[in-house]
T-cell receptor, first 113, second 115 residues
Framework: GESVGLHLPTLSVQEGDNSIINCAYS??????FIWYKQESGKGPQFIID?????DKRQGQRVTVLLNKTVKHLSLQIAATQPGDSAVYFC????????????FGSGTQLTVLP | KAGVTQTPRYLIKTRGQQVTLSCSPI?????VSWYQQTPGQGLQFLFE???????NKGNFPGRFSGRQFSNSRSEMNVSTLELGDSALYLC??????????????FGPGTRLLVL
């Protein structure tokens, strides 16, 4: 079946550098995408979302890019900080009224001092 | 505004028992979804409730069930527990407006261990 997948299971970056986490999705019917951050022992925390009628959205230190042509999603974190260390998930929701997210496998981001 | 709350936070059960987990959504949110998170399968959708009705269901056996109350609080139940049911069970709530394009906010989860 179709699913969301992440390219890299782990990513290590130096503190202060920029981080890029990638995600591939295969369901062309998806029209809403969310990035979540999950720290150990906690539930997923909303970071940023983007709708299919957009290709870029910026938040505080984070930017999400959506390329519908190649079905690719990325999360950019500027000036990565130790508190950014966590597992990052992309999730997609198919068009319609149902709230059913399909999650990628996650990327473990480690920020090195 | 308080976030999504889940009780209990931790549970230990034995095979064959049943368990009920509770979720209180963010005030004003009417949709509640449940997810199972395991190291092997990741985050998987269980079901979604809106206006006390199950609106959508994932690929889980009938042992997994849920309900929603008039105040939008939700419970999920797992009967005849199996070892493989050990997982973090997450609840998420959203406003449930006319569009599916809205954020789901997650609670801290209930960690279930089946022995």
């Amino acid at each position: 079946g179709e699913s969301v997948g992440l390219h890299l299971p782990t990513l290590s970056v130096q503190e202060g550098d920029n981080s890029i986490i990638n995600c591939a999705y295969s369901n062309s019917a998806s029209d809403y995408f969310i990035w979540y951050k999950q720290e150990s022992g906690k539930g997923p925390q909303f970071i940023i979302d983007i709708r299919s009628n957009m290709d870029k959205r910026q938040g505080q230190r984070v930017t999400v890019l959506l390329n519908k042509t190649v079905k690719h999603l990325s999360l950019q974190i500027a000036a990565t900080q130790p508190g950014d260390s966590a597992v990052y998930f992309c999730a997609e929701n198919m068009a319609g009224s149902a709230r059913q997210l399909t999650f990628g496998s996650g990327t473990q981001l480690t920020v090195l001092p | 505004k308080a976030g999504v709350t889940q009780t209990p936070r931790y549970l230990i059960k034995t095979r064959g028992q049943q368990v009920t987990l509770s979720c209180s959504p963010i005030s004003g949110h009417r949709s509640v979804s449940w997810y199972q998170q395991t190291p092997g399968q990741g985050l998987q959708f269980l079901f979604e409730y809106f206006s006390e009705t199950q609106r959508n269901k994932g690929n889980f056996p009938g042992r997994f069930s849920g309900r929603q109350f008039s105040n939008s609080r939700s419970e999920m139940n797992v009967s005849t527990l199996e070892l493989g049911d050990s997982a973090l069970y997450l609840c998420a709530s959203s406003l449930a407006g006319s569009s599916g394009q809205e954020t789901q906010y997650f609670g801290p989860g209930t960690r279930l261990l089946v022995l």
